[in-house]
């Protein structure tokens, strides 16, 4: 069965420090799909990235990055130069491909709070 | 225009009571979701629909009734609600069913009394 952990339930830094969100998953499918969502306090869930499990490059978005490690299990997250708007709950998904009805499994989340 | 709105935002009720959620995607998209998110966040799919066809229902009581009458929309029913249902409410949808990012709508809030 396919898990998704995300050990960090709460994160707490200052402006302009670096932050990483760690996520591990477990699955039995040799092909799957990783994501991150964000959920800032207002409550909506905004995408943040999609990976396939054969797409091993590091990807960078601006201030954001993801490090995916097949031999680890782990699609870390991390935040460069964090600001007070990334405060949110961050969550790491899993989706395991085939059948058709494949569904998204979530980890717990991590608060992540940037102080000023 | 939103892409996917689920109304209403907020619903207090009282145990007992039945309830509907609303959610329409505009998105011209192939499935529609029902996640619940209970008081510690966590995020728990509960249905899937395929172009109006159930294809995931997670365990989930049966007082909780989708119902999809197109695949632009679909609603939630809940019978006889309990505390326990109390929790945030999001409707998603994709444009496939095989693993494409969701796209969520802004959530109800349900608190029951």
């Known amino acids: 069965a396919q898990k998704v952990t995300q050990a960090q339930t709460e994160i707490s830094v200052v402006e302009k420090e670096d932050v990483t969100l760690d996520c591990v998953y477990e699955t039995r499918d040799t092909t799957y799909y990783l994501f991150w969502y964000k959920q800032p306090p207002s409550g909506e869930l905004v995408f943040l990235i999609r990976?396939?499990?054969?797409?091993?490059q590091n990807e960078i978005s601006g201030r954001y990055s993801w490090n995916f490690q097949k031999s680890t299990s782990s699609f870390n997250f991390t935040i460069t130069a964090s600001q007070v708007v990334d405060s949110a709950v961050y969550f790491c998904?899993?989706?395991?491909?085939?059948?058709?009805?494949?569904?998204?499994?979530f980890g717990k989340g991590t608060k992540l709070t940037v102080n000023p | 225009d939103t892409a996917v709105s689920q109304t209403p935002k907020y619903l207090v009720t009282q145990m007992g009571n039945d309830k509907s959620i609303k959610c329409e995607q505009n998105l011209g998209h192939d499935t529609m979701y029902w996640y619940k998110q209970d008081s510690k966040k966590f995020l728990k799919i509960m249905f899937s629909?395929?172009?109006?066809?159930?294809?995931i229902n997670e365990t989930v009581p049966n007082r909780f009734s989708p119902k999809s009458p197109d695949k632009a929309h679909l609603n939630l029913h809940i019978n006889s609600l309990e505390l326990g249902d109390s929790a945030v409410y999001f409707c998603a949808s994709s444009l496939r069913q095989t693993n494409e990012k969701l796209f969520f709508g802004s959530g109800t809030q349900l608190s029951v009394l």
């Open positions: 990976r396939n499990s054969f797409d091993e």
């Open positions: 998904a899993l989706s395991e491909a085939g059948g058709g009805s494949e569904k998204l499994v």
């Open positions: 629909y395929n172009n109006k066809e159930l294809i």
